[in-house]
């Protein structure tokens, strides 16, 4: 966070009260908008929290907000047959969503959901747009997000569909890593995924995902403690990684 916030109270809808700093503090995405473009936004903005696992949206909703991700950690993904979860892309703490669909004035072609408890600020669609409109560096900037995001998304289905399954694992460990980063000891991956979770971002089965890392912790590129993911040897996961 940034230093001397001017902090203010808005409602919440799972806690009675939270105390979230304005967008503009949050992602300079906003910074370039007018004082008075910015009292728009606050107007038509608000703070909801959600529980581990809650949905934010289901796939076929149509969009009514775009959004932006405060605190914890989300999934968005696709169900296939059977029910099985493809994870599209794991957001971090002021990365948007929600806005692509909206946009092209279509339904979501995700779903969106919590995998930790996490609060989303929601901006009122006809705000949004009406933002993109009116200010040509702000859509400017926002059109860079938007490259940036389908950049991503090209290189992960490239990624899906050629590389095995140890590469594709790699990747994930990788792309876990350059997301959220590492804790205090430099090494551990500060996500912690159930192996179920890992095997749908890295579109494997869940046995196929364990077998994958315990061959890894053979192999010494990693450790494991339970949820906990240890990196050992950056320069072979990397390695793996681009190999397929």
């Given at each position: 966070?940034?230093?001397?916030?001017?902090?203010?109270?808005?409602?919440?809808?799972?806690?009675?009260?939270?105390?979230?700093?304005?967008?503009?503090?949050?992602?300079?995405?906003?910074?370039?908008?007018?004082?008075?473009?910015?009292?728009?936004i606050?107007?038509?903005?608000?703070?909801?929290?959600?529980?581990?696992?809650?949905?934010?949206?289901?796939?076929?909703?149509?969009?009514?907000?775009?959004?932006?991700l405060?605190?914890?950690?989300?999934?968005?993904?696709?169900?296939?047959?059977?029910?099985?979860?493809?994870?599209?892309?794991?957001?971090?703490?002021?990365?948007?969503?929600?806005?692509?669909?909206?946009?092209?004035?279509?339904?979501?072609?995700?779903?969106?959901?919590?995998?930790?408890?996490?609060?989303?600020?929601?901006?009122?669609?006809?705000?949004?747009?009406?933002?993109?409109?009116?200010?040509?560096?702000?859509?400017?900037?926002?059109?860079?997000e938007?490259?940036?995001?389908?950049g991503?998304?090209?290189?992960?289905?490239?990624?899906?569909?050629?590389?095995?399954?140890?590469?594709?694992?790699?990747?994930?460990?990788?792309?876990?890593?350059?997301?959220?980063?590492?804790?205090?000891?430099?090494?551990?991956?500060?996500?912690?995924?159930?192996?179920?979770?890992?095997?749908?971002?890295?579109?494997?089965?869940?046995?196929?995902?364990?077998?994958?890392?315990?061959?890894?912790?053979?192999?010494?590129?990693?450790?494991?403690?339970?949820?906990?993911?240890?990196?050992?040897?950056?320069?072979?996961?990397?390695?793996?990684?681009?190999?397929?």
């Amino acid at each position: 966070m940034h230093a001397n916030l001017n902090w203010r109270i808005v409602m919440s809808r799972k806690q009675a009260l939270e105390e979230i700093p304005a967008l503009w503090e949050l992602n300079v995405v906003w910074n370039v908008l007018t004082d008075e473009q910015k009292d728009y936004i606050s107007q038509n903005a608000k703070v909801y929290t959600f529980k581990k696992n809650e949905i934010i949206h289901h796939e076929g909703d149509i969009p009514t907000h775009m959004m932006m991700l405060v605190e914890g950690k989300v999934r968005v993904y696709k169900e296939g047959v059977g029910n099985r979860i493809q994870i599209i892309r794991m957001l971090k703490p002021y990365d948007f969503f929600g806005y692509r669909a909206m946009i092209a004035d279509e339904a979501y072609n995700t779903s969106v959901s919590a995998l930790e408890p996490s609060v989303v600020y929601y901006v009122k669609k006809e705000a949004f747009l009406n933002i993109i409109r009116e200010n040509n560096e702000f859509c400017y900037l926002f059109m860079i997000e938007m490259a940036r995001d389908l950049g991503q998304s090209d290189k992960r289905s490239v990624s899906l569909t050629q590389k095995h399954t140890r590469g594709r694992l790699a990747e994930a460990l990788l792309s876990l890593k350059d997301n959220y980063g590492l804790d205090e000891d430099e090494a551990t991956i500060s996500m912690y995924m159930s192996r179920e979770d890992l095997a749908n971002l890295s579109n494997m089965t869940t046995s196929n995902a364990i077998r994958t890392l315990t061959s890894f912790a053979e192999d010494g590129i990693i450790s494991i403690d339970g949820r906990k993911i240890k990196i050992l040897d950056m320069e072979e996961l990397i390695h793996v990684s681009r190999i397929g």
